[in-house]
């Protein structure tokens, strides 16, 4: 079987979700064979590595595979062997009609400064011949001479009416009923990142074709929303040993570390209808929690401690 994440990777410009601006004035490069050096910045599973292989495929046809590589930066063997394979692959000329090759640099901002001044001159020693696109997360994390040689591109997380549009899509040619509330909580999962929403659906499209909302938190190893609910309103009332109980056979059950639980937790009294200046209370409670478990503290001591600390009197 097929991973979604390549099996739905855009083909063409028409494909990318959201960016709209972006692809625009990318488009317009490429039919003018007109490209200088890029930098895409933005968050995880936005499209930048799409855009930049929609480019390639349209600019090179059927050769792009020769006049493309991709590279991740993070290498672990180093830069050095970044720069070596850039030296081979730009060595050679590009096949076709387009004078350039494309170097695809995936997450440049785990790069040290000395090595993206080293970036920087190969760079320039190839700009004849290479085209450089650059990828990050972060681009307060790039040095401002990569910064100002490039055209740089800020995408953004896919907002609500693109993921929607993309789950039609996907939910029509992949056979799938999503339920109303499911897609909701998908959205809300995904946070703008189509890489995490095509994973978590093919995971649930693995189990069932009616996607709803029990099979997602059963998925993503989250708790529905409502069992923690009764857990934190049992434990407001000062039934302590009933919610911790639930607690514990929640996580057990679902096999959740307690920073996965405390994360639902907080997420949740937000939620309640209580009086302000208990919410407030609850919060605090939940961030020095998390602390202590950050720091190494057993989290089921501190669970029980939230639990306790959460009786309003
Ligand atoms: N804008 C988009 N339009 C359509 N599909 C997308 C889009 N963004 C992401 N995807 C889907 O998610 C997968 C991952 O996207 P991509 O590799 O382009 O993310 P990225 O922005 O490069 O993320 P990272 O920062 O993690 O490298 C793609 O294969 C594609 O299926
Ligand atoms: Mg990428």
Redesign the pocket.
Known sequence: MEI???????KNFE?????EAIVRRVKAMVEQKSIPHLL?T????????????VIAKQLYGNSWRENFLELNASDDRGIDVVRNTIKDFARTKSIGDVPFKIIYL??CDSLTKEAQQALRRTMENYAAVTRFVL???YSSKIIDPIQSRCTIFR?RG?EKE?VFE?MDKIAKQEELKISKEAKEILYENSNG???R??NILQSCASISNKIDDKLIYDVVASVHPKEIRKIIECAIKGDFLKSKNMLLDIMLKNGLSGLDIIKQIQKEVLELEIDEKDKLKLIEKCGEIEFRMVEGSDEFIQLQALLAGFYLK
């Open positions: 979604w994440i390549e099996k739905w990777r855009p494909d990318i979700i959201g960016q895409f933005g968050p995880a599973g936005s499209g930048k590595t799409s855009l930049s292989l995936d997450e990828s990050c997360n995408f896919i693109g993309y990142d189509l890489r929403l095509l």
